[in-house]
């Protein structure tokens, strides 16, 4: 039997968080539900957006291996910030995501107080334009009329949307500063092999000689 109820539950199940981006034309109102930014290296590649593996220093000296196709391939790669925002209109909570330069007002914002939460922001791109530059105005928000819910895990639910292995997860004690993903079993490229993934775009190589074709490198099936 059915069981019903004239109340809401105190805690709805979510399965995900959607990645939401400034619009063109309009603008993003929000409040961030976090603390602090998120900040990751990103390449396009095969059709989406995925993180940089490439060897780097973290913030607490120790380096983090990796073997990045993208960069392999000689691909940019460009850094991208991350915050969790609630929409109060929508009630959505959702990751924004921005590039590093249009995010230095929240930088200013958390050095200013300490803290993102309860920061509220407005991105827009002034030119209308689709990948035009994006401006993001700040302001406190007044939680004593508004109740703002606890933040995700941000890198979880990145490494949902990028389908990297959360297994992999690793974090020091004390700080998020030198969170990464690692891999043990297998390398990132296998497990992101799903039917519904783009396919690689040729390398350099094949482009300079097949024309921009990509040349047929084994028999057909």
């Not at 990297?164 to 043990?184: F, H, Q």
Request: proline share 10%; charged share 25%; with cysteine.
């Amino acid at each position: 039997m059915p069981i019903f109820s004239s109340r809401l539950p105190k805690v709805q199940k979510h399965m995900g968080y959607d990645l939401r981006r400034t619009p063109a034309p309009g603008n993003l109102q929000a409040i961030i539900t976090c603390d602090q930014l998120l900040v990751c290296d990103t390449h396009y590649w095969g059709g989406r957006t995925l993180p940089c593996e490439r060897i780097q220093t973290l913030p607490d000296g120790t380096t983090a291996p990796g073997n990045c196709a993208a960069c392999n391939e000689s691909m940019p790669y460009r850094t991208h910030v991350y915050v969790s925002a609630f929409d109060t209109r929508s009630r959505d909570h959702f990751i924004f995501e921005c590039t590093a330069h249009a995010a230095k007002p929240l930088e200013d914002y958390f050095d200013a107080t300490g803290t993102l939460r309860g920061c509220t922001f407005r991105a827009s791109r002034p030119k209308g334009l689709k990948n035009s530059k994006v401006v993001i105005e700040t302001a406190p928000a007044n939680l004593t009329k508004i109740t703002i819910p606890n933040p995700p895990d941000l890198i979880l639910a990145l490494s949902t949307i990028w389908r990297l292995p959360t297994s992999g997860l690793r974090s020091s004690k004390n700080t998020s500063k030198t969170k990464r993903i690692t891999t043990v079993e297998k390398p990132l490229r296998s497990m992101r092999e799903q039917p519904d993934n783009q396919p690689e775009p040729p390398t350099i190589k094949e482009i300079l000689s097949g024309n921009g074709r990509r040349k047929r490198t084994t028999a057909p099936r």
